[in-house]
């Protein structure tokens, strides 16, 4: 179905809702959109409904439905009472690690699962915060028009761009390693990508005492991920002590792609199947 909007005792939240079954909520990362798809939405294809809602600052969901973590979580619990799904598997991608586990946190009875994928669970350094401010605060919409238009006319350059803030290893030498699937993946991810104000809660949320959860959780990281590095993996595996940490071999941030795709699908299938 098409993005539509649900009025919440919380506010308005902009949200997808696909497939028959139990519902994983999929909580996209940092400057995804409405049209981002990481393929989660195959999930659908497994007897699962995917319900992708528009965290506070994206798309159509004002950023005062929930400017911290855990105001987000809890107009996350309003969507769910709004659509009467009493509980669901959540995966939280990216920069919205945060907001899962606050959910977990907040919402016991509604959380069966937690996935983490490439998430982050620390806090932000203050330099990546300023850079993050300039780039992507009153300029954002000027910042992604000048990067939508360098990929239209040098998208190599584009993509090399993007990928020195996401990952540790040598970029000219992972472009090579990449299948011309992988490098369309990153066009599609960059074309679809707005921060609108939603970015801007995301760097400063914050979440306390991790040991007070206790669903089953699946954290899965890469140890050459630049943006978000193993140490917020390995925040959650010292303090939850439900959680199992997956280390994935992907030279990137990104481990929906590469050699490592096929492996990091079959694990989040396992996991929720389990």
Same mark, same amino acid.
């Not at 598997?89 to 937690?114: E, M, N, Y």
């Not at 990067?147 to 992972?174: C, G, N, Q, S």
């Given at each position: 179905?098409?993005?539509?909007?649900?009025?919440?005792?919380?506010?308005?939240?902009?949200?997808?809702?696909?497939?028959?079954?139990?519902?994983?909520?999929?909580?996209?990362?940092?400057?995804?959109?409405?049209?981002?798809?990481?393929?989660?939405?195959?999930?659908?294809?497994?007897?699962?409904?995917?319900?992708?809602?528009?965290?506070?600052?994206?798309?159509?969901?004002?950023?005062?439905?929930?400017?911290?973590?855990?105001?987000?979580?809890?107009?996350?619990?309003?969507?769910?009472?709004?659509?009467?799904?009493?509980?669901?598997?959540?995966?939280?991608?990216?920069?919205?690690?945060?907001?899962?586990?606050?959910?977990?946190?907040?919402? !016991?009875?509604?959380?069966? *699962?937690?996935? $983490?994928?490439?998430?982050?669970?620390? =806090?932000? /350094? #203050?330099?990546? %915060? &300023?850079?993050?401010?300039?780039?992507?605060?009153?300029?954002?919409?000027?910042?992604?028009?000048?990067?939508?238009?360098?990929?239209?006319?040098? !998208?190599?350059?584009?993509? *090399?761009?993007? $990928?020195?803030?996401?990952?540790?290893? =040598?970029? /000219? #030498?992972?472009? %090579? &390693?990449?299948?011309?699937?992988?490098?369309?993946?990153?066009?599609?991810?960059?074309?679809?990508?707005?921060?609108?104000?939603?970015?801007?809660?995301?760097?400063?949320?914050?979440?306390?005492? $991790?040991?007070?959860?206790?669903?089953?959780?699946?954290?899965?990281?890469?140890?050459?991920?630049?943006?978000?590095?193993?140490?917020?993996?390995?925040?959650?595996?010292?303090?939850?002590?439900?959680?199992?940490?997956?280390?994935?071999?992907?030279?990137?941030?990104?481990?929906?792609?590469?050699?490592?795709?096929?492996?990091?699908?079959?694990?989040?299938?396992?996991?929720?199947?389990?």
């Amino acid at each position: 179905m098409p993005p539509t909007i649900a009025n919440t005792a919380k506010g308005p939240i902009e949200y997808r809702l696909e497939g028959s079954g139990p519902t994983v909520m999929v909580l996209n990362g940092g400057h995804c959109s409405r049209e981002s798809r990481l393929s989660h939405e195959q999930l659908t294809a497994q007897g699962f409904s995917v319900l992708t809602p528009s965290r506070p600052g994206y798309d159509d969901t004002p950023p005062d439905v929930g400017r911290t973590a855990q105001e987000a979580a809890d107009a996350l619990a309003a969507l769910l009472d709004t659509l009467h799904i009493p509980e669901a598997d959540v995966i939280g991608i990216s920069a919205a690690g945060p907001t899962a586990l606050a959910f977990a946190q907040r919402h !016991p009875s509604r959380t069966r *699962k937690l996935i $983490l994928e490439s998430a982050v669970a620390t =806090d932000w /350094d #203050e330099q990546t %915060k &300023r850079r993050a401010r300039v780039g992507f605060g009153r300029t954002e919409k000027v910042t992604w028009a000048a990067m939508h238009l360098m990929l239209r006319l040098f !998208p190599t350059a584009m993509i *090399k761009a993007l $990928l020195h803030d996401l990952t540790i290893l =040598d970029v /000219d #030498e992972v472009v %090579k &390693r990449m299948s011309p699937g992988d490098l369309d993946f990153i066009k599609r991810m960059i074309h679809t990508s707005r921060s609108g104000t939603g970015f801007m809660n995301d760097i400063e949320h914050h979440v306390d005492n $991790l040991a007070a959860i206790t669903q089953p959780v699946l954290v899965m990281y890469s140890p050459n991920d630049k943006t978000v590095s193993p140490k917020n993996a390995q925040r959650v595996g010292a303090e939850v002590t439900t959680c199992e940490l997956y280390e994935v071999p992907s030279d990137t941030h990104l481990i929906w792609i590469g050699r490592s795709a096929g492996p990091v699908w079959q694990k989040r299938l396992s996991f929720l199947k389990s």
